[in-house]
T-cell receptor, first 116, second 112 residues
């Protein structure tokens, strides 16, 4: 069975600085997708970024980028120029390539605080 | 807002009560999901509906009963719940060929 591990329950970053959130996963599959979701306090969870396992190039979305290390099964999220609105729970998630769109396996999350 | 709404936002119920959670989306998606988010635990997929047919049930206790009358609405009927069922219940929707991008705000359920 696949597992997703986020080893940092909480992280803190100064506004305008850069922070990296860690995620590792375990799978025997070669075809899969990885995601980062953001859940602000009392607000809806949104998809931040996704990575296809077959792509070597790291995904980027504005200030958000990932460091995808397939051999190491590592999928970290880097947030550049952190803003107060980035404060949230961040969840790393895995989905099999052949699985349904919603059958995601989530990590326990990392709570990110942004200091002004 | 993501276009997925859930009601009620908060619910307190006794173990003998029967209640229902409602989820609605008007995004034209054909798949809907129920997830359970408990404190200190990863999100757990409960049910998946595609084209109004249940396609996955991750061994959820029978005290949770889903219903999908059409592609825009999804219900979760609750009866004789246990205190450990207290959690945030999230609904989500997607198109078959897209990633799971749209979650509702959740219903915060407390079972006394």
């Amino acid at each position: 069975a696949q597992t997703v591990t986020q080893s940092q329950p909480e992280m803190s970053v100064q506004e305008a600085e850069t922070v990296t959130l860690s995620c590792t996963y375990d799978t025997s599959e070669s075809d899969y997708y990885l995601f980062w979701y953001k859940q602000p306090p009392s607000r809806q969870m949104i998809l931040v970024i996704r990575q296809e396992a077959y792509k070597q190039q790291n995904a980027t979305e504005n200030r958000f980028s990932v460091n995808f290390q397939k051999a190491a099964k590592s999928f970290s999220l880097k947030i550049s120029d952190s803003q107060l609105g980035d404060a949230a729970m961040y969840f790393c998630a895995y989905r099999s390539g052949g699985g349904s769109q919603g059958n995601l396996i989530f990590g326990k999350g990392t709570k990110l605080s942004v200091k002004p | 807002e993501t276009g997925v709404t859930q009601t009620p936002r908060h619910l307190v119920m006794g173990m003998t009560n029967k209640k229902s959670l409602k989820c609605e989306q008007h995004l034209g998606h054909n798949a809907m999901y129920w997830y359970k988010q408990s404190a200190k635990k990863p999100l757990e997929l409960m049910f998946v509906y595609s084209l109004e047919e249940r396609v996955e049930n991750n061994s959820v206790p029978s005290r949770f009963s889903p219903e999908c009358p059409n592609s825009s609405h999804l219900f979760l009927h609750l009866h004789t719940l246990q205190p450990e069922d207290s959690a945030l219940y999230l609904c989500a929707s997607s198109q078959d060929i897209g990633e799971l991008r749209f979650f509702g705000p959740g219903t915060r359920l407390t079972v006394l």
